[in-house]
C-alpha cells in the first residue's frame, strides 16, 4: 500500500486548535485510507500526518475532504513515499551483533 506524508503550515494563531483537530482525525478517516501518526515538524512545515492509501485518488481525497477543511491550516504539500519497511525489517533480523558472533 503507498505510503503518504502530508506537510501542513498552520496559522500561529489557530496552531492548537489545527494540531487537536488533526490528532482528533479516526484511525480511517475516509475510504482506503488509514492514519498512521501525527508529528509535530520544526522547520519549514509545521505538521506532518503520515498516512497510507489503496492509490493515489484516496490520499487526494483525504487531503481535499479532510485536510483542507480543518481551520488553521495554511499550506498542504502532499509527497507520496514508496514503503520499504518489510525490507529493512528483513536488514534488521539478518544482521549479525557482534556479542552473537562466535569466537574460535
Known sequence: MPEYLVLMK??????????????????????????????????????GV????????????????????ISGVADIYTVPAFPHGMRTSKMREERVEPSDQKTE
Open 10 to 47: 498552520l496559522n500561529p494563531a489557530k496552531v492548537v486548535d489545527a494540531i487537536s483537530a488533526l490528532r482528533g482525525l479516526p484511525e480511517k478517516p475516509v475510504s482506503g485510507v488509514d492514519l498512521c501518526y501525527t508529528m509535530n515538524i520544526f522547520g519549514a512545515w509545521d505538521v
Open 50 to 69: 503520515w498516512i497510507d492509501a489503496a492509490n493515489n485518488q484516496q490520499a487526494i481525497d483525504f487531503v481535499q475532504k479532510k485536510v483542507k477543511g
